[in-house]
């Protein structure tokens, strides 16, 4: 895509997760690589992501400069760090969806912990392992270590990742295409919904249902 048809991609994403529920007021941030990867799109900060203009999203040369736009989100250094870690990252959204953040306030499970068990296929295939990451406070610096750390820790397993979960605040998924993260980001939250639904009850998945998700779709998991 060029610029330009990013900028729009990137509006039409923010305006439909805001539309269907996925975020609310001025949460969440989403940003771009750009096509000849000399920097990045980003959401202003405090953006409402449903009323987002094309000529208003922030532009970050790739060695830090803001060159243009409204003032660059403030977890701008988190989604530096997921791209740095991550060459294949295109896009990176990050939401405080209800359903997930919900899931981080009771039982919470170990940082880098899974957030989910494999409860469906299409968890398996579309989203995979989400570690979670241990709270901290919203544009804390050290949290791109720890979500750059856990991104080289799946590679290494051969479990790689598109998504963590910081607790309390919400998922960073990530992706080859806009389009593409956003589906991931709502698979991820539904099968958050579907979790609970079940009174974190359901089973998960079996080895041997698990393994044929490998074989047959190449699943990560």
Not at 5 to 19: I, N, P, W
Not at 35 to 40: C, E, L, N, Q, R
Not at 117 to 135: Q, R
Not at 189 to 215: F, I, N, V
């Amino acid at each position: 895509m060029t610029e330009e048809a990013l900028r729009q991609e990137l509006c039409r994403v923010g305006r439909s997760l805001f539309e269907r529920g996925y975020v609310h007021a001025t949460a969440g941030n989403i940003s771009v690589r750009l096509p000849d990867d000399s920097g990045f799109l980003i959401t202003p900060t405090d953006a409402c992501l449903g009323f987002l203009s094309p000529d208003r999203l922030a532009k970050v040369h790739v060695q830090g400069p803001q060159v243009s736009g409204d003032r660059a989100s403030k977890t701008l250094a988190l989604h530096r760090r997921i791209y740095d870690a991550e060459p294949l990252a295109r896009c990176v959204i990050h939401t405080h969806s209800t359903h997930l953040v919900a899931l981080t306030l009771q039982d919470v499970p170990a940082p880098g912990a899974d957030l989910i068990p494999p409860l469906t296929p299409y968890f398996v295939m579309k989203v995979g392992h989400v570690p979670l990451i241990a709270y901290r406070r919203p544009g804390d610096p050290t949290v791109g270590d720890l979500v750059a750390q856990a991104i080289a820790q799946a590679r290494d397993r051969g479990k790689p990742i598109r998504s963590v979960m910081l607790e309390r605040l919400g998922p960073n998924v990530w992706h080859e295409t806009p389009a593409a993260a956003m589906a991931t980001l709502e698979e991820l939250e539904e099968t958050a919904r579907l979790w609970l639904l079940s009174g974190k009850t359901a089973p998960a998945l079996e080895a041997a249902q698990l393994d044929e998700l490998r074989q047959v779709f190449g699943a990560a998991w």
